[in-house]
């Protein structure tokens, strides 16, 4: 079984600790987390499919503007290494994660509603 992800998820899902938006979009989540291999997608994937943010196609979190999410998702795969279209696991993500993790939480996790859940 393989999951669809958009790359800020490939970093972000590693610190999922059981909360989210709502019942049925954490739900999902741990269905996607327990599927081994990722395929990597550009724009809304298997956890925005649940989301009751994703409007059209497009994220409208009030935090996050669309722009501001792929944006995320550029970044993100930037520091793994990754594109989209590749295949991956998350063995092969969590090996990155030690290498990356300071640059990505200066740049997106200071501000994020997550923060506390993360790291804590
Ligand atoms: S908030 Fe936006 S990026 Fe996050 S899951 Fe929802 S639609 Fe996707």
Known sequence: MKAKLRGHHLI?????????????????IYSVVGKENVEI???PDEV????????????SNGDYTDEKIQFQD?????????????MVDWKMISARLPGIMDEWKAKFCMNCGYLE???N
């Open 117 to 119: 859940v993360c790291f």
């Open 48 to 59: 925005c499919a649940r989301c009751p943010y994703l409007k059209d196609n497009k994220c």
């Open 12 to 28: 972000c899902l590693n610190f999922f600790r059981g909360e989210g938006y709502s019942e049925d979009f954490i739900r999902n």
């Open 41 to 43: 997608v550009a724009g």
């Open 74 to 86: 550029k970044e993100a795969l930037k520091l793994l290494g990754f594109k989209p279209g590749m």
